[in-house]
């Protein structure tokens, strides 16, 4: 079956620039992640949703960064105003987390480069 | 979630077993082990879970020691496509929210 996905899988933008990233989770799974990736570094956690609960935004990293989800379906990541030091790879996935095992499934991000 | 250690890095042979360590000497009785991994430029991919008994699937073989203090993941027969970044994350079942990646093992398969 289909798995996350995301687009754009680049955006190129210039410093000060709105960007808006895009995800499409697996149906059915009830919570989605965004995590971001800079070079050479590990996963950072940015945000989580989980059904209709308030979203877990403790790891948004300044007021610039906001994110939506349309119920269980897609959610779109938005950085206003880019610097420089957002540049990385935004990564966001998806699990059913109903009590299971709750294996995160990962789409293949985008890669954001801010000039 | 308990620590976990696991070595910097790793090299194996294509067509050997890799056998990747971790030490999860904090683990408590609820928290299951959980492998990923990242190929360079896409995003994690969940390999195996296991709980205390040894685990088996298409991808890999967990080995957990009796005192679950440390797990083993195996590739059986590595090829140049596992060389990747291994994580070994520890969590309890049906928790919730964000995992925790620590630094991994980078596994370079050599042919």
């Known amino acids: 079956g289909a798995g996350v996905s995301q687009s754009p899988s680049n955006k190129v933008t210039e410093k000060g620039k709105d960007v808006e990233l895009r995800c499409d989770p697996i149906?059915?799974?009830?919570?989605l992640y965004w995590y971001r990736q800079r070079l050479g570094q590990g996963l950072e956690f940015l945000i989580y949703?989980?059904?209709?609960?308030?979203?877990?935004k403790s790891g948004l990293p300044s007021d610039r960064f906001s994110a939506e989800r349309t119920g269980e379906s897609v959610s779109t990541l938005t950085i206003q105003r880019t610097q420089q030091e957002d540049s990385a790879v935004y990564l966001c996935?998806?699990?059913?987390?109903?009590?299971?095992?709750?294996?995160?499934?990962f789409g293949p991000g985008t890669r954001l480069t801010v000039l | 979630d308990a620590k976990t250690t696991q070595p910097t890095s790793m090299d194996c042979a294509e067509g050997r077993a890799a056998n990747l360590p971790c030490n999860h000497s904090?683990?408590?009785?609820?928290?299951?082990v959980y492998w990923y991994r990242q190929i360079h430029s896409q995003g994690p991919q969940y390999i195996i879970h296991?709980?205390?008994n040894n685990e088996t699937n298409e991808m890999a073989s967990l080995i957990i020691t009796e005192d679950r203090k440390s797990s083993t993941l195996i590739l059986p027969h590595a090829t140049l496509r596992d060389t990747a970044v291994y994580y070994c994350?520890?969590?309890?079942?049906?928790?919730?929210?964000?995992?925790?990646f620590g630094k991994g093992t980078k596994l370079s398969v050599k042919p």
């Open positions: 994350i520890v969590r309890a079942r049906g928790s919730q929210g964000n995992l925790i």
């Open positions: 296991g709980l205390k």
């Open positions: 996935a998806s699990s059913i987390d109903r009590g299971g095992a709750n294996e995160q499934f």
């Open positions: 149906s059915g799974h009830t919570a």
């Open positions: 904090t683990i408590s009785g609820n928290e299951y």
């Open positions: 949703f989980q059904g209709n609960s308030a979203p877990d």
